[in-house]
């Protein structure tokens, strides 16, 4: 199994790879540069003497003057025993050549075509040697040029390069190995609040869902990473919370008309009855059978909803006929409670038809179940350019303040004060709606004060 390496190693084989070439590359600067201060003060120094001695051959070079020629170029050059000097006609018959010295006649006559001085390097027997070629005109015989070479030898060049360049690869080298391990130090140092902040990550358990990242003195990049995982932990503590209240609201919701069922059973079955005493048990509990049914129907499409509530139907749907059909339901029951039910405005959306009704029921049902007698329901369509607005206003007691932010969570209930008669539900016909809204890609929200309570709802406009 390939172990993959941690991030501090990297960090470390990085740092050391980009030191090891930032070092080359200085490297191959300083070498070259050495180099060519090297190549000019050969240059200067051959300049000069291959002047002299063009001076002394521009008078002449032949077997009669050849002695004295000697003797003005030995004079000239003396205290650079070092110096090489070749002497010899543009056919390349040599007229002077200094002793113990084998010379590239051939690159010598291909570098001699210009009249400024050539520099040439070569190597000969074990040493490198570096000249200047340049042709010259003989006065008394100017159809009879005469290529000049001065060169030295380099070796002492050579030696030093090749032993600086041996010590500067060391030098590398090490240098390399010691920004190495002070990369593995930053790296280490640098990785800290992550160590850190592993081991906070791995106090976190069910119980202790209020651990948080450090996000004090750590790097910026450190820090909003911190703080993504402290939002993901507080999403997490929140969700949790949530799940283990709904866990207990179910288990109340339906502890409640299972003990009804259970105690009416007993108590039925406690001694005979007559027949019409066992039908009304019965019908009793088909009220309670009817409750769970719904509880859990609920529920369920609430779990759907979590994962993404699918729309049956996608079609046009007048918000406006939809409303006029549920007030025919609630005539009857605003009748008897002395509640008056309007709707104005127009508004055309795309959905399903029966989940848009369930939303239109719930909100209407629930403001009923509020409104004081002689009160007003009022429903509001409102279309606009890219939205329809639909809005539930009754009057009644307000909601207070701190329950508005609860009003959609699932088995919430308002202070039982603002509850009219035995009628209360399950708490879950805000959450079923606030699903239903989502899932059409509206906004829900709601407001309280003394003159009333209004739900509004917005949904995109159908084109």
């Keep these: 199994m390939n172990r993959k390496l941690s991030l501090i190693w990297r960090l470390t084989g990085l740092y050391t790879l980009v030191s090891g070439f930032v070092l080359l590359g200085l490297s191959v600067v300083i070498v070259f540069s050495i180099k060519q201060h090297f190549l000019e003060e050969d240059k200067e120094t051959l300049q000069g003497k291959i002047q002299l001695v063009s001076s002394i051959a521009s008078k002449g070079v032949s077997a009669n003057t050849l002695d004295p020629f000697l003797d003005k170029l030995t004079s000239g050059l003396i205290g650079h025993k070092d110096l090489l000097v070749l002497v010899m006609h543009e056919q390349g018959v040599?007229?002077?050549?200094?002793?113990?010295?084998?010379?590239?006649?051939?690159?010598?006559?291909e570098q001699s075509g210009s009249s400024s001085p050539q520099t040439i390097t070569w190597n000969a027997e074990g040493h490198s040697y570096r000249g200047l070629v340049v042709t010259i005109n003989v006065t008394n015989q100017p159809e009879l040029?005469?290529?000049?070479?001065?060169?030295?030898?380099?070796?002492?060049?050579?030696?030093?390069?090749?032993?600086?360049?041996?010590?500067l690869l060391v030098y590398v080298v090490i240098a390399a190995l010691i920004s190495g391990l002070l990369g593995w130090l930053a790296a280490k140092r640098g990785?800290?609040?992550?160590?850190?902040?592993?081991?906070?990550?791995?106090?976190v358990t069910a119980n202790q869902l209020d651990k948080r990242m450090p996000v004090e003195n750590v790097p910026v990049e450190i820090s909003e990473l911190a703080n993504a995982l402290?939002?993901?932990?507080?999403?997490?503590?929140?969700?949790?919370?949530?799940?283990?209240?709904?866990?207990?609201?179910?288990?109340?919701?339906l502890r409640t008309p299972v003990s009804n069922l259970m105690t009416q059973t007993h108590v039925a079955l406690s001694f005979p009855r007559d027949v019409r005493t066992y039908q009304a048990i019965l019908a009793s509990n088909a009220e309670e059978y009817e409750r769970l049914s719904r509880t859990i129907s609920d529920m369920l499409f609430l779990a759907k909803a979590d994962h993404g509530l699918t729309l049956p139907s996608n079609e046009i749907i007048a918000l406006d006929e939809e409303v006029a059909d549920v007030f025919e339901f609630y005539d009857a029951?605003?009748?008897d409670q002395q509640i008056y039910l309007r709707v104005t405005g127009k508004g055309r959306i795309k959905g399903d038809r029966l989940m848009i009704r369930r939303?239109?029921?719930?909100?209407?049902?629930n403001a009923i179940r509020y409104t004081p007698a002689h009160g007003t329901i009022d429903v509001q369509i409102e279309s606009a350019s890219e939205s329809v607005l639909l809005i539930v206003n009754n009057a009644g007691v307000p909601i207070p303040?701190?329950?508005?932010?609860?009003?959609?969570?699932?088995?919430?209930?308002?202070?039982?004060?603002?509850?009219?008669g035995d009628s209360e539900g399950s708490g879950l016909g805000l959450a079923i709606t606030r699903a239903i809204v989502v899932a059409h890609n509206g906004e829900i929200s709601v407001t309280?004060?003394?003159?009333?309570?209004?739900?509004?709802?917005t949904f995109p406009k159908t084109a």
């Excluded at 040599?94 to 006559?109: C, D, T």
Aim: no cysteine.
């Design 333 to 335: 029951l605003a009748e």
């Design 191 to 203: 990785l800290l609040p992550l160590y850190q902040m592993k081991k906070r990550a791995l106090a």
């Design 145 to 167: 040029p005469i290529i000049i070479l001065v060169a030295l030898n380099i070796n002492h060049h050579d030696l030093f390069m090749s032993r600086f360049q041996g010590a």
């Design 94 to 109: 040599p007229l002077y050549s200094s002793a113990g010295v084998e010379f590239p006649v051939n690159m010598i006559r």
């Design 448 to 457: 309280s004060t003394i003159e009333g309570t209004s739900f509004r709802i």
């Design 401 to 420: 303040v701190e329950d508005i932010p609860h009003l959609f969570e699932r088995f919430y209930r308002v202070d039982k004060n603002r509850v009219k």
């Design 230 to 253: 402290n939002q993901m932990l507080a999403r997490l503590e929140d969700a949790f919370r949530r799940l283990s209240e709904f866990s207990s609201d179910i288990a109340h919701e």
């Design 359 to 365: 939303v239109i029921n719930n909100l209407l049902s």
